[in-house]
Nanobody, 121 residues
């Protein structure tokens, strides 16, 4: 079994910063892409940032220049540094990872439980 555990959410004032972390554990052979999504009340889940094992990092237009995604492959962990936060960034943030559990199988998509980020004065 594979688990993704997120941490780092909370309440922050507009203009503030937060850093989210997501650690993958369990039967992991390798991890290809890791990323972050978010879902605000009444809205669909949307991509925030995605980082493949090789290739170009992808950001939503609304967060470019303010958010930075990074990975520590030795720790199977992905981070999201969020700066200059705005009230419209308020949402539940979900970690996602595409994980191979052995060398023969196709990768599976795994999700964290979500962490609430609230930007309010």
């Amino acid at each position: 079994q594979v688990q993704l555990v997120e941490s780092g959410g909370g309440l922050v004032q507009p203009g503030g910063s937060l850093r989210l972390s997501c650690a993958a554990s369990g039967s992991i052979f390798s991890i290809s892409a890791m990323g972050w999504y978010r879902q605000a009340p009444g809205k669909q889940r949307e991509l925030v940032a995605a980082m493949p094992s090789v290739g170009i990092t992808n950001y939503a237009a609304s967060v470019k220049g303010r958010f930075t995604i990074s990975r520590d492959n030795a720790k199977n962990t992905v981070y999201l540094q969020m700066n200059s936060l705005k009230p419209e960034d308020t949402a539940v943030y979900y970690c996602n990872a595409r994980i191979y559990t052995d060398y023969r199988s196709s990768p599976g998509d795994y999700w964290g439980q979500g962490t609430q980020v609230t930007v309010s004065s």
